[in-house]
């Protein structure tokens, strides 16, 4: 028995090294951050071109089109185990003045493969091959300015870490002192912490986790957010070694030099230690919390409003205030609102009828997201049924062709 289970064992796993591994990484950051040189590092070959956009004196154009550009490489561990990785790279991301079509766009891109594999999951007949395209982590490339979070990575951060994997990552941490990256770590957690974004910390249940893989997450914390230094050139030591180096006047960097980088860190953690972690986390929590609001409604517009929690914002000091005994104060003096006439106080009143508003607001988008499922679900069939005509027609001709050739074989015969 023991031995069936071996080798039933050792050929799930020859299924699974032959099969691979699909993981897909959207990296966001604005010209300038060195995204595409780190999409080069992290892939260890040329996978997109590093170009930059420049703005000449006479464009007098004040937006950029952000495009969703995509790329696939295939790495394999020391293990032989294969990893598909899908790279989504974002050229003209924050290069506007209004960037808020961006921030739609790579929100609604997200959002649209979940509906993907919602509409998957709600069909009859399962295609085997259906591609799984949610995005499992999103690395988020931050300026290394020495300060905290911009108003522009505030926001990114806030909009798409609701529905994916969010990763905050100092770039060109090459530009800093020692003594500046760690203040730039520093107030950019504060910053997360003060608005409440939600990023990729690391999670994990004290309850149940072994005492590396606890050992291993607490480490990940301390190094949020990641500093990371890239580089499009490998050089050759005077030694002989190989490096993948960025060139100075004193020298030459190797970024893949832990004690000056977390790249490798970093590397490792989304294609080793964490990659399954990232892809449960967006199957069993992100992608369940959406499907759940998708069906049932539940979900309301976004305000960018951090949640309140009970007994007060101890962080700010703030007090706790009961709610029968907290006072309504108009916008233009110090007398109380006199309640309603119904007894309902004004507050009450309004908030009922801010969330009505909100639910149909809600409801109207749930309307259009259902009208653009059977649009698509349409084109879908008008797309088959012009290929079942065209495969008929074809094995019309055939028949035809075939009926000549006997005619004419019979003919030759007859002659």
């Known amino acids: 028995m023991a031995s069936i289970i071996e080798a039933s064992s050792t050929l799930r796993k020859r299924k699974h090294l032959k099969r691979g591994i699909n993981f897909t990484v959207m990296v966001v950051g604005q010209s300038g951050t060195g995204r595409s040189t780190f999409i080069n590092t992290l892939c260890g070959q040329q996978v997109v071109d590093v170009s930059t956009t420049v703005m000449l004196p006479t464009d007098t154009s004040t937006d950029i089109e952000l495009q969703l550009r995509e790329e696939t490489v295939e790495l394999e561990d020391d293990e032989g185990v294969k990893i598909q990785l899908n790279i989504i790279d974002t050229p003209g991301f924050g290069d506007s003045l209004d960037n808020t079509p961006s921030f739609e766009l790579i929100s609604d ?17 399962r295609n085997p091959r259906f591609k799984d395209g949610r995005v499992h982590a999103c690395l988020y490339l931050i300026n290394p300015t020495g300060h905290g979070l911009k108003e522009i990575d505030v926001e990114v951060i806030r909009q798409l870490g609701p529905i994916v994997n969010v990763i905050p990552v100092i770039s060109k941490s090459d530009s800093l002192t020692p003594e500046e990256l760690r203040l730039n770590k520093r107030l950019i957690m504060d910053d997360i912490d003060k608005y409440q974004l939600p990023i990729y910390y690391f999670p994990f249940d004290e309850a149940d986790i ?16 990641f500093s990371i230094i890239g580089s ?34 970093l590397r490792n953690t989304l294609l080793i230690s964490h990659l399954h972690e990232l ?13 759940t609001e998708a069906l049932s409604g539940e979900s309301l517009p976004h305000t960018g409003v951090p949640p309140k929690t009970s007994g007060g914002d101890s962080r700010r000091g703030a ?3 009961s709610s029968s005994t907290q006072q309504q104060y108009s916008s233009g003096g110090d007398h109380m609102l006199p309640p309603a006439e119904n007894g309902t106080p004004h507050h009450q009143q309004s908030n009922s009828q801010d969330t009505y508003l909100a639910r149909e607001e809600q409801i109207k988008l749930e309307e ?29 001709d055939i028949e ?6 006997a005619r004419m074989k019979q003919e030759l015969d007859i002659q």
Do not use: C
């Open 279 to 291: 892809k449960d986390y967006t199957h069993e929590i992100l992608y369940e919390r959406y499907r």
């Open 400 to 405: 035809d062709r075939l009926e000549k050739e």
């Open 109 to 125: 891109y997200i959002r649209h493969q979940y509906d993907e594999i919602l509409l998957e999951e709600s069909r009859v007949r």
């Open 319 to 321: 007090p706790s205030q």
């Open 210 to 225: 072994s005492e590396e893989d606890y050992r291993t997450n607490t480490y990940l914390r301390t190094l949020v957010p």
């Open 368 to 396: 259009e997201r259902l009208r653009a499922f059977e649009e698509r679900v349409q084109q879908e069939l008008v797309y088959k049924r012009k290929e079942l005509l065209m495969r008929e027609q074809e094995l019309r």
């Open 232 to 265: 499009n050139d490998v050089d050759e030591l005077p030694d002989g070694s190989v490096i993948r180096g960025r060139k100075y006047p004193w020298g030459t960097l190797d970024v893949e030099d832990a004690s000056i980088s977390d790249f490798v860190v």
